[in-house]
T-cell receptor, first 115, second 112 residues
């Protein structure tokens, strides 16, 4: 079984520039999550999708962050414009069903550095 | 105060030692408890998954949940250098299924 695939692995941008991250979840997993992990901290949920519907985006800073999951498979997370404080690892995860507490399967993340 | 507090570490032990990793939490609605292992520059991977109180054993790993004390533990027996990683506890509630709350992790180093 192929795992969760994320790209790029690393991204360095200047502040005020846009950036996008891509995620391909495990086949058959209906639920997709974007987490942000700051250095020395645990992951924090940004947004959760059930199929193509965003069911929890309460922690997503909507003034600069946006996400989409077209056709309920791949997902893209965008930041525009980026700020210095956005430097972190952005993790994508998927699970069979979010509503039944299925365990999360994480990708290896995109490490973003904003200079 | 965070909902989930994890012993910060770092923790360094000799090979073969028994390791105890711990988390406390404040939300009594948490019912599902997970331990993830995260190697450097990798994503977290699920180690143990338990529901409500009790013990669960899987090879060298044992997860304990004490809901009365709001305290969970992960024990690693006969620790190996390959166990060197950051260990994250996580938990979810029945009322907000799909939203895992993580601790900040404990970094473990097992020295040969």
């Amino acid at each position: 079984e192929a795992g969760v695939v994320q790209s790029p692995r690393y991204k360095i941008i200047e502040k005020k520039q846009p950036v996008a991250f891509w995620c391909n979840p495990i086949s058959g997993h209906n639920t997709l999550y974007w987490y942000r992990q700051n250095l020395g901290q645990g992951p924090e949920l940004l947004i959760r999708y059930e199929n193509e519907e965003a069911v929890d985006d309460s922690q997503l800073p909507k003034d600069r962050f946006s996400a989409e999951r077209l056709k309920g498979v791949d997902s893209t997370l965008k930041i525009q414009p980026a700020e210095l404080g956005d430097s972190a690892v952005y993790l994508c995860a998927s699970s069979l069903e979010g509503s039944d507490n299925s365990p999360l399967h994480f990708g290896n993340g995109t490490r973003l550095t904003v200079t | 105060q965070k909902e989930v507090e994890q012993d910060p570490g770092p923790l360094s032990v000799p090979e073969g030692a028994i390791v105890s990793l711990n988390c406390t939490y404040s939300n009594s609605a948490f019912q599902y408890f997970m331990w993830y292992r995260q190697y450097s520059r990798k994503g977290p991977e699920l180690l143990m998954y338990t529901y409500s109180s009790g013990n669960k054993e899987d090879g060298r790993f044992t997860a304990q949940v004490d809901k009365s004390s709001k305290y969970i533990s992960l024990f690693i027996r006969d620790s190996q250098p390959s166990d060197s990683a950051t260990y994250l506890c996580a938990m979810t509630s029945l009322y907000n299924a799909g939203k895992s709350t993580f601790g900040d992790g404990t970094t473990l180093t097992v020295k040969p």
